[in-house]
């Protein structure tokens, strides 16, 4: 069974940051692209940032390039994302995701809230 667990969300100021974790079970970790989608209150689900199986290869949604940073760890099946600079408009729930699910959220989520 696939699973999930994130954690490191919660309430910054803007300018502030986090680093957000997401520990995998159940599937081959290391050979699976993974990435993060967000989600804000009434808006749609949006991608991220996504990182390739050996982590060479990162890619973000221009709004957060050069602050954010998606990196894994797969010796410990575990992903995470480094969030710098956090604005307002990076409030949403933050999901771990994966291409074995269509980068469709694979767990609860973590709350990210910027606020002043």
């Not at 993974?34 to 804000?40: D, K, L, N, P």
């Not at 408009?89 to 694979?106: F, G, H, I, R, W």
Request: glycine share 10%; with cysteine; proline share 3%.
């Amino acid at each position: 069974e696939v699973q999930v667990v994130e954690s490191g969300g919660g309430t910054v100021q803007p300018g502030g940051s986090l680093t957000l974790s997401c520990v995998a079970s159940g599937f081959s970790f290391a050979t699976t692209t993974m990435g993060w989608v967000r989600q804000a209150p009434e808006t749609k689900l949006e991608w991220v940032s996504t990182i390739s199986k050996d982590g060479r290869t990162t890619n973000y949604r221009d709004s957060v390039q050069g602050r954010f940073t998606i990196s894994r760890d797969n010796n410990k099946s575990t992903l995470y994302l480094q969030l710098n600079d956090l604005k307002v408009e990076d409030t949403s729930v933050y999901y771990c995701t994966s291409a074995l699910n269509k980068y469709q959220p694979l767990g609860q989520g973590v709350q990210v809230t910027v606020s002043s």
